[in-house]
């Protein structure tokens, strides 16, 4: 199936930029009409291509992308891992490639009309892969407890994921999760993950598309970066986190530190399979820390 609805991603309400330009009136000849139709036509499709970063140095940095997924064929049933989670290691080669992606409260809801509304989840959603694939976890608030929403072993999608140390980047970004399969430096693949729905969207990249998908990637990269600077500038030291986190049995933190609404965040365990991977957050003002587990399905 081809995913066609034109999407706009963003922490904000955004107005997309060039919109079609009002007609004035019936005084124009006929060759003008068809001159102005031109130019609009290319206006839109240099609209429908669009990417933007939003946000500065003292505030939330986001992107949004008009229509950025249009022509991406959906990968229905793809491979999970998820109820393998029992058996599968955290860190299977012993390299340390665990990774907190993100936790954040927005994203965006997309209807069938392919309008949009920002979520408004305290700290709703969080992504975390590593050589076992993407996992895309949902907090169930009540429960004190992250459930995952969408497991792809990506491994068996692609045979070069995380074959190397830089050969797959992945970058959550408002209600997507950008997965880049690199080859020789260029892009060769692109995958697409849906916050809301868990739907997988990929693509080889043709070498007409080459220039528009490394623009892309280069501008979530910006992005990346610069949620890095905003993450808190002193952390509490590993050795005094795992000292503090005795009675929740954490014996290891994976990662570093992910600033969420202005809370620490840690990718945590308490063994080495899958199942014991925890959420662990330091309350800004009270330096309290709580771990949440988090459920396989």
């Not at 031109?38 to 992308?65: K, L, M, R």
């Not at 509304?117 to 959603?125: Q, S």
């Not at 986190?241 to 992910?258: A, G, H, S, Y």
Request: proline share 3%; aromatic share 6%; net charge negative.
């Amino acid at each position: 199936m081809k995913f066609r609805t034109g999407m706009i991603l963003a922490a904000v309400a955004v107005m997309c930029t060039g919109c079609q330009a009002e007609r004035t009136g019936g005084n124009n000849t006929a060759a003008e009409t068809e001159i102005k139709k031109e130019a609009e036509e290319t206006q839109e499709q240099e609209d429908v291509h669009s990417v933007s970063i939003i946000g500065g140095e003292d505030g939330p940095t986001s992107i949004f992308v008009a229509g950025k997924v249009t022509g991406m064929e959906e990968i229905s049933d793809y491979p999970s891992f998820g109820k393998q989670a029992e058996e599968l290691l955290i860190d299977p080669d012993g390299t340390g490639r665990v990774y907190l992606d993100t936790v954040q409260s927005d994203g965006v809801l997309i209807e069938e009309e392919g309008n949009w509304t920002p979520r408004t989840d305290d700290r709703g959603v969080a992504v975390i892969h590593g050589l076992w694939g993407t996992a895309l976890l949902r907090r169930q608030e009540e429960e004190h407890l992250w459930s995952v929403e969408a497991a792809a072993d990506m491994k068996k999608l692609n045979q070069s994921y995380m074959e190397e140390e830089h050969s797959t980047e992945i970058f959550p970004s408002n209600g997507m999760v950008f997965i880049y399969q690199l080859e020789n430096g260029n892009i060769a693949e692109e995958y697409q993950i849906m916050m809301e729905t868990g739907q997988l969207f990929g693509q080889k990249t043709e070498a007409e598309d080459a220039g528009e998908e490394i623009a892309m990637f280069e501008m979530l990269r910006e992005v990346k970066k610069q949620e890095d600077r905003r993450k808190p500038d002193e952390t509490t030291e590993p050795e005094v986190l795992l000292e503090n986190l005795k009675q929740e049995n954490i014996t290891k933190i994976w990662d570093q530190t992910v600033a969420a609404d202005g809370v620490e965040v840690f990718l945590c365990s308490c063994g080495d399979r899958l199942t014991d991977l925890r959420l662990v957050w330091k309350d800004p003002e009270t330096g309290e820390l709580q771990a949440e587990r988090i459920e396989w399905k």
